[in-house]
């Protein structure tokens, strides 16, 4: 019995052009960009829940959270996820927060 070699080793469609690669470094980045605003929004709505002193202090971390929410939506949009209901439940965003970003 005799073994073959795959045959997509022999197509040159397979080949990578330069606009491939780039476009693959591209969906990288972006997709790192989405990593670390995610991971922000996330330290930052902990921060907002876990907080207990002043209420002056309490405005500047909510618009903290607030902030990095806003980030984190709009690289979610440029990475092509227009929806926003799945990070909400998921990150357990408040309303307050939500409010104040424009939601219903």
Known sequence: ??????????????LETGASVLD???LAEKAAALGHAGKRAEEALLH????????????VILQAAI??????FIQRELCGFPNH????AHYGIPAEVLVRLGAR
């Open 67 to 72: 902030d990095a929410v806003y980030a984190y």
């Open 24 to 26: 693959g470094e591209i």
């Open 48 to 59: 907002l829940r876990n907080y207990s002193g002043p209420k002056d202090d309490r405005a």
């Open 1 to 14: 019995m005799s073994l073959r070699l795959p045959q997509s080793l022999f197509q040159t469609s397979q």
């Open 85 to 88: 209901d799945e990070p909400i």
